[in-house]
């Protein structure tokens, strides 16, 4: 099967993580994708935690794109730019509100001359609002967005060892480009999708919104049947067995027959207590396949444990990337196409470019004659 957007072309200004997250789903589903680096260094994902070459975040979300690198900062790299756009269906970009348009290539100056270019900007906390120009890290809009204190619970606040917000951020960009394309489709013009990661985090607790104005009171919240418990061989395993019947198989492999009646809510530290103990007498692997899932029982992971474990190997989602000077294990699309398994829904699945690898061939192909890119190159703008 074709990808499905084997027909759009993507101008990836992002750097760093949000972006990249958005323009890899796009790529996986077959688009286009032409990151435009700076000289010299590119991305700064390309030497993060790693050498240029193994970069982990940059080998995992940069791969399937291809690499341009522009010096904006030189005389004649914003008409490059602007020819660039002209030909291309997205533009995903990263900078603080105004910051193009005051260099010339905003929105609204590149769609008077390409209408039906759909722009995507991810930012912290949106294009407008009092905090449209505030910086921020992950943490900043878990904390701001309300998501910081639903993960804690009752208990300290998480400090989260991996980011949420921000590549949440970047795959509902994906879904308001793909919404936008599909409106183009009908009315033969682009539109402009504004995403943030604050609202990314606000997002994912819209119930917790609506019910601290209609049904004040905690979440979810702890109990024997939503918790996590230390196994004999110290792992940890979930537990979420709220409904009856998985509730009864659980006590029944905990040896705990009397608990199967138990009314959730009631006495539960006491009850809390008594499935810790029976837990701890036994490793994770025993409580995963008894009771496992059927008693609401399922593995606390490592990501690493990922890549040998049955389903996912069924699946295919995570792949070994060929073509690069190492290993390199990468997540697969996870939005499967036609029946594909994640490999075969992945158009991306090749080695992240060369920084400007593809320079001289995408302005080439944007109308530039090879007098104007040797021009660029020994003028350094590109």
Known sequence: ??????????????RLYPGAFCTQLLADLGADVLKVEAPRFGDGMRMAYGGASVAPGHVALNRGKRSLTLDLKKPGAVAVLRRLAAGVDVIVEAQ???????????YEALRKENPRLVWCSLT?????????????????????????????GSGPLP???????????????????????????RTGE?????????????????????RSAVAPGK????????????????????VAATEPKPWAALCAALELPDLAEHRHGVDEPATIARVAAAFATKPAAHWTQTPGLAGGVG?????????TDPHQLARKGIVD????????????????????????????????PDLGADTDAALAAAGFSQDEIAALHADGVV
């Open 219 to 238: 979440g979810w919240g702890a109990m024997a049947a939503r918790q996590h418990y230390r196994c004999a061989d110290d792992r940890w395993v979930t």
């Open 299 to 307: 593995p606390v992971n490592e990501p690493g444990d990922l890549r």
């Open 321 to 352: 990337l060929p073509g690069g000077p190492a290993a390199a294990p990468v997540v697969a699309n996870p939005i499967r196409v036609g029946g594909a398994d994640g490999e075969g829904s992945s158009a991306g699945l090749r080695w992240p």
């Open 96 to 106: 603080r509100p105004g910051v193009l348009d005051q260099m010339g290539v905003g």
């Open 159 to 185: 400090i989260p060892d991996t980011t949420v917000a921000v590549p949440l951020a970047g795959a509902l960009g994906a879904v308001g480009i793909l919404a936008a394309l599909a409106a183009r489709d």
């Open 1 to 14: 099967m074709k990808p499905l957007l084997s027909h759009v072309r993507v101008l990836d200004l992002t």
């Open 124 to 152: 912290s906390f949106g294009q407008d609002g009092p905090l449209a120009d505030a910086p921020g890290h992950d943490i900043t809009f878990l904390g701001y967005g309300g998501l910081l204190s639903r993960l804690a």
């Open 190 to 210: 682009g539109a402009r999708v504004d995403t943030c990661m604050a609202e990314a985090a606000l997002w994912l607790v819209s119930e917790d919104v609506t």
